[in-house]
DNA sequence: ATGCCTAACACCGTTAGA
C-alpha cells in the first residue's frame, strides 16, 4: 500500500498538476494539505473520476487538508484534538482497510498541516508549539492503540542541519529553531519511525522556495515526513519524493513524498 | 537588510506562506 502527502499550495490553481500525479504516482492513499479552499471548492469530481473517495477539511483562503483514497474510509475525524477555540484547518485521519488476502489490514491515516510559526519568536511562533504539543498527544493515543498508523504531511521542521541544503541560512527561522526540532524530537521518541531517516542516507528534500532559483540550485529542505507507529513501521518497505513534480512548468512549492508499506 | 515568487481575497493592494 502506497501513502502519499503532498502540499499542493492551492488544489484549484494546481490541479492538472495534481490530477497527473495521482495518474503517474497512483497512490492508495493521498494526504494533501494547503487545498487553500472551503469543502465546497474541492475539485471533488476530478479527483473522484481517477477512482478516490475523498474526504476534506477546508476553509477559506488559507490552510485546508484532505484524504484522498483507492478504498473507501471506514472512520474520518477533522480538527486536531485538545484545543476547541483553534479554528485553523489543519488535521484529517481516516481509516482504509488494505486489500490483500484473508481479512484486510486496517490503516489509520493522519494528514496534518503543521503551523509555520514565523516570525518567530511571536505568537504565530507559540501557535506551532502549542499545536505540536497537541500532535504528541494525539500521537499518544494512537501508539497505544497499537495500530498501523501513519502520521504523513507538512510538518515544517527541518529535523537536522543535513536536512537543507544551506542550515545556516535556517538557523534562526521557525523551521529549523531549537524550540521546534526539540519538539519534533519529543514527538518521534514517542515511538515513531521517520521514513526518509530509516531507509535513506540522500537528503531527500521536499521544498523549494519559488524565489531566488531555489529548484535550479537545489537549495532545499527536508519539512514533509511520514512517522510510522511500530506496526507500520515494521510493514515499511520503500520510500520516496517524486521530485518530478516539482520540476513541471506550474509546481507547487513542495514535491511529494510517498512510503510503500507490505499490506 | 531586504526582496526575490505564488495563491487567495478582494481589490487594483494585503496576507500568508517557508
Known amino acids: 500500500m502506497k501513502i502519499a502527502t503532498f502540499n499542493v499550495n492551492g488544489v484549484k490553481a494546481r490541479l492538472p498538476e495534481l490530477l497527473d500525479w495521482l495518474r503517474e504516482a497512483a497512490p492508495d492513499v493521498a494526504a494533501l494539505q494547503e487545498i487553500k479552499s472551503v469543502d465546497e471548492g474541492f475539485p ?13 477539511h477546508g476553509q477559506k483562503g488559507f490552510n485546508g487538508v484532505a484524504l484522498l483514497s483507492k478504498r473507501p474510509f471506514e472512520e474520518v475525524r477533522r480538527g486536531l484534538p485538545g484545543d476547541e477555540s483553534d479554528a485553523q484547518a489543519r488535521w484529517i485521519e ?11 489490514k486496517a490503516v489509520r491515516v493522519c494528514g496534518l498541516y503543521l503551523p509555520n510559526g514565523n516570525p518567530a519568536p511571536g505568537p504565530k511562533f507559540e501557535y506551532k508549539l502549542g499545536w505540536m504539543d497537541r500532535l504528541a498527544a494525539r500521537a499518544r493515543e494512537i501508539l497505544a492503540a497499537e495500530e498501523i498508523a501513519v502520521l504523513a504531511g507538512d510538518y515544517n521542521v527541518i529535523p537536522q542541519p543535513e536536512d537543507a541544503k544551506r542550515p545556516d541560512a535556517w538557523r534562526e527561522d521557525a523551521l529549523f529553531r531549537p524550540e521546534s526540532r526539540a519538539a ?23 521544498f523549494w522556495d519559488y524565489q531566488a532559483g531555489a529548484w535550479g540550485r537545489d537549495d532545499g529542505i527536508r519539512i514533509d515526513h511520514a512517522l510510522l ?25 513542495h514535491a511529494p513524498m510517498w512510503v510503500e508499506l507490505a499490506l
Open 44 to 56: 471533488r469530481e476530478a479527483v473522484e473520476d481517477l477512482g478516490y473517495h475523498v474526504e476534506t
Open 94 to 104: 481516516g481509516v482504509v482497510i488494505a486489500e490483500g488476502e484473508g481479512e484486510g
Open 184 to 206: 519534533w524530537r519529543r514527538l518521534v521518541h514517542l515511538g515513531l519511525t521517520d521514513a526518509w531517516r530509516a531507509l535513506r542516507a540522500d537528503p531527500g528534500y521536499t
Open 229 to 253: 507507529t511500530p506496526q507500520a513501521a515494521d510493514r515499511l518497505r520503500d520510500c520516496g519524493v517524486d521530485r518530478a513534480a516539482r520540476a513541471r512548468e506550474k509546481p507547487s512549492d
